[in-house]
């Protein structure tokens, strides 16, 4: 009877395992990225998040699955909660704002904990790619566009007046 209810056990927890394993595996390059770019939130909180995420959405569905208005406010809720604390990365300096790229990073990785607790992997898959890629590619494209930026800027009207 005990090998049973442990076999039963076993099996009930083996689909939580592999979608909390998945959700872990997608945020790790999202969490390396701006680990490597030595941002506020790195490799050990993007997994986190993304756990965090699928394990309150795989939690709930046990309780409400058949409602949907319940599973609804499950993922509003965790959509404003990632909010918070993707504001919490965000910090003003001067008259430039840091932050919200990591931000936005959070966000994302919520969705894909979020999407892998609901069984929808195609989804999760493509916002981590998306977000990898997007931090990647668009990085040194930024700082291309900066450096573009910097000689075409317009002198003010003060410096003009002192060139005449």
Known sequence: ?????????????LPHLTALAIAYALALPIGWDREQEDRSAGLRTFPLVAIACCGFVQA???????HPDAMGKIV????????????????????????TATAASLWATGAVGTAVGLGAYGVAAMVAVFTVVTLKW????????????ADTTPQSEEANTVQR
């Open 60 to 66: 709930a569905e046990a309780k409400y699955g058949a």
């Open 138 to 149: 668009l990085t040194p494209l930024k700082a291309e566009a900066r450096e573009d930026g």
């Open 76 to 99: 509003e809720g965790l959509i404003t909660g990632i909010g918070f604390i993707g504001g919490g990365a965000i910090l003003k300096q001067g008259a430039s704002v840091k932050g």
């Open 1 to 13: 009877m005990l090998d049973m209810l442990i076999a039963t056990a076993r099996a009930d927890l």
